[in-house]
C-alpha cells in the first residue's frame, strides 16, 4: 500500500523533471512531438504483442495445456500499454522494455514467483501450483488443470412392466 502511494506520488514528479529537462535540450514542440511519436508507435508494438500472447494461448487451450505463463504474459503487455499510454519518458522506457519477450519472461518469473509459491498447495506429496505439479524431489513434473469436479448422482432408468406385467422389461425383449 505504501509503495503503491509513493509511486503515485514520485513518478510524476520524475515524469515531469524529464520533460522539463528534454524540453530544456531539444525544445517545447519536438518534445512534445516525441511524446506523441512514442505513444503511438508503443500503441502498435502493444497491439502487435498482445494480439501475439491471444494467439499462443488459443493453440494452447485448443491442445489442451496450461497457458498460464501466456496469460500472465498478456499481463505484462497490458501493463506495458498502460505505461506507453502514460505521458513521460520514463514510463515509456519501462513499457517499451515490457514488450521485449526476453525480458517479460525474466520479469513474469521474478514477479510472479511469490505468487506461486502463496498458490501452492502440497497434495499428497505434490505440489500443485500455477498449473505445474511436481513431486517433493522436483524429478517428475506434469501438466495439471484446475477445476471443479461435479458430482452428479446416477440414478436407474424407472423400472418398465414386461408384457406379463411381473417386472422389469429386459433390452433384447420385443
Known amino acids: 500500500m505504501w509503495l503503491l ?3 503515485l506520488l514520485i513518478v510524476p514528479v520524475v515524469e ?29 508494438l502493444v497491439r502487435r504483442e498482445g ?7 488459443r493453440q494452447l487451450w485448443a491442445s489442451r495445456q496450461n497457458p498460464t505463463d501466456d496469460l500472465l504474459d498478456g ?3 497490458l501493463v506495458a500499454g498502460l505505461m ?18 526476453p525480458l517479460r519472461r525474466v520479469v513474469r518469473s521474478s514477479a510472479f514467483a511469490p505468487l506461486r509459491r502463496r498458490l501452492s498447495v502440497p497434495i499428497g506429496g505434490a505440489t500443485y501450483a500455477a498449473g ?9 513434473r506434469q501438466r495439471v488443470y484446475v477445476g471443479e469436479a461435479v458430482l452428479v448422482e446416477e440414478r436407474p432408468p424407472p423400472s418398465l412392466p414386461t408384457s ?5 422389461r429386459s433390452p433384447v425383449e420385443p
Open 84 to 101: 506507453l499510454l502514460t505521458p513521460g519518458f520514463v514510463t515509456d522506457a519501462l513499457g517499451l522494455l515490457l514488450l521485449i519477450p
Open 16 to 44: 515531469l523533471y524529464v520533460i522539463v529537462a528534454v524540453a530544456g535540450s531539444i525544445g517545447l514542440l519536438p518534445t512534445l512531438a516525441l511524446l506523441v511519436v512514442i505513444s503511438v508507435a508503443g500503441s502498435w
Open 51 to 57: 494480439l501475439g500472447v491471444y494467439r499462443r494461448c
Open 5 to 7: 502511494l509513493v509511486l
Open 75 to 77: 499481463l505484462l503487455v
Open 164 to 168: 406379463s406385467g411381473t417386472g422389469p
Open 132 to 140: 505445474m505439479a511436481a513431486d517433493h524431489v522436483g524429478r517428475r
